[in-house]
């Protein structure tokens, strides 16, 4: 394996995957990028990597830590550090592609199991050592920085087992270290699904998914990860916490929820126990529609979710600018199909697609997918059938593999979320298109993901050229921009991804600072050495 | 109206209620009371309050509050002091009975808007008076108890309207001192319902529905009042906490959740925004069972509600001794239906009742009740039509009234309640009978009310002959022997009554060093003063 920064800044299993040639007009239509851009790879980050900074360890707390977790079990060459300094955010990929790691943690630590998580906390509460967990690496906040150094506590090398399957219960208790695909395999062994398919599912961790607060792509039905927590146990400095499996109490307030989201400032999450849910992907029924336009699609949406009748899992609108890409891409436009449905009043700039799928019981699945298409007819919808939703599935986790040749092209490319009621949808959602508007040569698209009963997520992705030699401080001046655009018309931090350091600065303000402050205080308990993935995770000391 | 003990003993409205002649029958039978227990009422509680303790407040504090909410909205005659010094509890219904008001408030305010609460909470931090936020009072677990004084927090008085019903996000923004049927009527008013219907309904108030974390009996479909909640108004020693209404957020882990179950520990919750939900009574789909046996029915439940094809809202089982006793006290007992299920092998001390009532669109609601009996059929279960689960929901908060005459009679009557997992379901209840069964001419009826995928709750109401003389005594060894029974088999210690002081002593146990530490933690961040319901609520201090 090459020991370069490139390797580092792939995603996933680390190939390579090209734009197509449909991609690549539209981005030159788009975007005025040429077939020169393609050619060559901008910032390709193929130099080997040699850090700078030493590790800060002495020689005595090595070898304390190489005596816990034994010597097969730590990591200190440059290369490791490097590849444990930063998650996927886009400005950490821009870094990488300039060399620049300034602050990589001292040392990977790989524990073997609980205990010698329950020493080294110890330890390192008392020498100052901080640590951050570590799952799949796939965070796009800058949660997995290690500004002050200290130790990357790798989960998932040894922490990666299926505890326990238990029938009776339909929960499952798993070790936080386990990656989406080997816990999803496990379950369906025993005909049950964990329910949870963020779009990082492959090269993320149940640990990381609590940790971030996530939300996978049949969240509508199944919820969020909070949602299908049971219990969990966590190492903090305070001590551990290890809380039962009930299915509800009033025992005073939980405590278990206040991990979910914590992003590793409290402690490590080791296990966690969740529902599970039959997996009968036989029963699931779909369903894909055009609608004429935004506020038809979204009524629609608010109309179903609201009606008592089921629920959809997986629920989706591509905004008239996504879907207008997805058409082009896909070589749809100016086909037969698409002249029929412009005829019929689905134009360009105004159609957009909705996806449905529901899992359960067959004739459960049936109801509400016939209660989706009775709305959506009501709404103006046309319903395309099974297969546009069947194709996007299939396709499901493979856009993060296109951040790389988009990069390489000299195109910034990163994603934003947030939640919103529906009172303020449309207009979080028209702002965030006229605050890019401004950018020239730049593109926008959103989608709508997540729904509840009084709103739902919405998901950007934009794309534009670099502006090479400012690459990092001309993107960080657009994303300050669309963050603050989205946040001032009443959307939220984010809905799934978290907070990290990225978007701590917005902390005080989003939540008051009564908030901000209780969670200090909480953090202060649980970690007064401020060990924790410390240096500014979530906006916290 | 009387100033008598008798006078705050009673329960809602202060009718009194006669037992019936069947069901006093029933009571000679099982508890060996006679006719004589029914003549005269033991310990009446019809003296004229006359308390022994005079209000701790100074005169300049007494004129700083009147000051501020003004002079008709404080109370500091012996009677309201007295009114405010107890919830339900059945040990406090004794003490009152016995006359015993040894730690009344000094004073019930009831403050005019969330400014005087603010200023009011102010003052008190800084003069060390202690403050109890009130709803309706109905509290069974002494989270209402004084005993260090202070002022008693009336929400009802004012702090009780509608602010907003906001009909595209589905959601409702009220004040925490509403009581149930005034919240529920403007709902309806617009096509809602508020989903939440705990047999204390009528006199219990939203505020009270977070502070002690309570379920309503449609909770199986519509969630307990933590699922329903999605902001909230706060106000606490250290600041106001004021959320936003987002669907679902990943800004790190949530605040306002941990007001929900804090029992007005942490401060005062002043506002509540909630999902609503379609009011279509019209479309509710019902059924009644009867099962062989508790194993049956208990399996069979397990099953629907693991089935994945939607849930019911009301699910219910009555194990043999409850049903039992509701054949009997209906004159069900001898009837040629009665005959007829013995001859099919539904025998009393063994056969059970479930009922079923689902809300939502009509197709929806029907294909929940089919999928219902479907599995019922398998396990066992005769379908008994829709009668007995309408009738049951005509009387559903009735039982409340049956306390005062069951008590006047000299017979000791108190409700327990647990969540378990299906794993420890049978267990649990199973050890609970035997324990109760050591204890003479005692009858527990054990019942399920809410009902989630990994568990359910278990509902305990027993009934037995005071031991005159030392009522008291007699009734908190037995209480703690049952509350003991419950833990040590796996159950929890409260599923939506709360904790109270009642259950205060066995929190450190049930939740582990490390989680009542962090609760302190927060208590002494949100309260540093400990003025917010001091004195043990919860376990802390």
């Not at 707390?61 to 444990?84: C, H, M, P, W, Y």
């Not at 790691?101 to 100052?128: E, G, R």
């Not at 896909?330 to 529901?358: H, I, S």
């Amino acid at each position: 394996m090459d020991k370069t920064y490139r390797q580092i800044l792939k995603w996933g299993d680390k190939h390579e995957q090209a734009i197509t040639p449909m991609m690549i007009e539209v981005l030159k239509e788009k975007l005025g990028v040429t077939d020169t851009d393609f050619e060559t790879k901008y910032l390709s980050g193929q130099q080997e990597i040699k850090l700078e900074k030493k590790s800060a360890l002495k020689q005595e707390q090595l070898d304390f830590i190489k005596n816990i977790v034994g010597e097969e079990n730590i990591l200190t060459d440059d290369f490791s550090r490097a590849n444990f300094s930063y998650g996927k955010f886009y400005a950490e990929l821009l870094k990488l592609r300039l060399n620049e790691i300034p602050n990589p943690p001292d040392i990977v630590v790989s524990p073997k199991n609980d205990d010698n998580i329950i020493k080294l906390v110890a330890y390192c509460n008392s020498h100052n050592i901080p640590i951050i967990p570590i799952g799949g690496q796939s965070s796009v906040t800058g949660a997995l920085q290690t500004p002050n150094g200290g130790i990357a506590l790798d989960l998932t090398k040894h922490l990666n087992k299926v505890l326990k399957i238990n029938e009776l219960n339909k929960s499952v208790t798993v070790q936080a270290g386990i990656y989406g695909p080997a816990f999803e395999e496990e379950l369906n062994k025993k005909g049950y699904t964990c329910g949870h398919f963020p779009q990082s599912f492959e090269f993320s961790t149940v640990g990381g998914w609590l940790a971030a607060k996530g939300a996978g792509q049949a969240s509508t039905g199944y919820g969020k990860i909070d949602d299908m927590v049971l219990s969990i146990k966590a190492i903090t400095p305070a001590g551990i916490i290890e809380t039962k499996e009930f299915p509800k109490t009033a025992q005073g307030w939980d405590i278990f929820p206040l991990f979910i989201g914590s992003e590793g400032t409290l402690g490590i999450i080791t296990e966690v126990t969740m529902k599970v849910h039959n997996f009968m992907p036989e029963n699931t029924s779909f369903a894909s529609f055009i609608f004429k336009s935004f506020e038809d699609a979204t009524t629609a949406m608010r109309t179903i979710i609201q009606s008592e009748c089921g629920l959809p899992h997986l629920f989706r609108i591509s905004d008239p600018s996504e879907s207008d890409i997805a058409f082009k891409t896909k070589g749809f436009d100016n086909t037969f199909q698409d002249k029929f449905l412009k005829m019929f009043g689905y134009l360009p700039g105004k159609r957009c697609l909705m996806f449905v799928a529901v899992e359960g019981q067959k004739e459960y699945t049936k109801l509400v997918v016939k209660n989706c298409k009775k709305i959506a007819k009501k709404y103006g919808a046309m319903s395309i059938g099974q297969g546009p939703v069947k194709k996007w599935l299939e396709q499901r986790y493979s856009s993060a593999y296109l951040r790389e040749p988009l990069m390489d092209a000299g195109i910034m490319t990163d994603t934003l979320e947030t939640s919103v009621t529906w009172e303020n949808m449309l207009k979080v959602w028209d702002s965030a298109h006229k605050y890019v508007s401004l950018r020239p040569k730049t593109v926008l698209m959103i989608h709508i993901s997540h729904v509840y009963e009084n709103g739902a997520n919405l998901y950007f992705t934009f794309l534009s050229p670099m502006k090479k030699g400012e690459e990092k401080d001309d993107f960080i001046h657009f994303h300050k921009g669309l963050i603050e655009t989205i946040i001032e018309n009443g959307g939220s931090l984010s809905h799934h991804h978290g907070v990290g350091r990225v978007l701590a600065p917005w902390m005080e303000k989003q939540l008051g600072k009564t908030s901000i402050q209780a969670m200090q205080a909480l953090k202060n308990h649980f970690d007064p050495n401020n060990i924790m993935n410390s240096g500014g995770t979530l906006g916290l000391k």
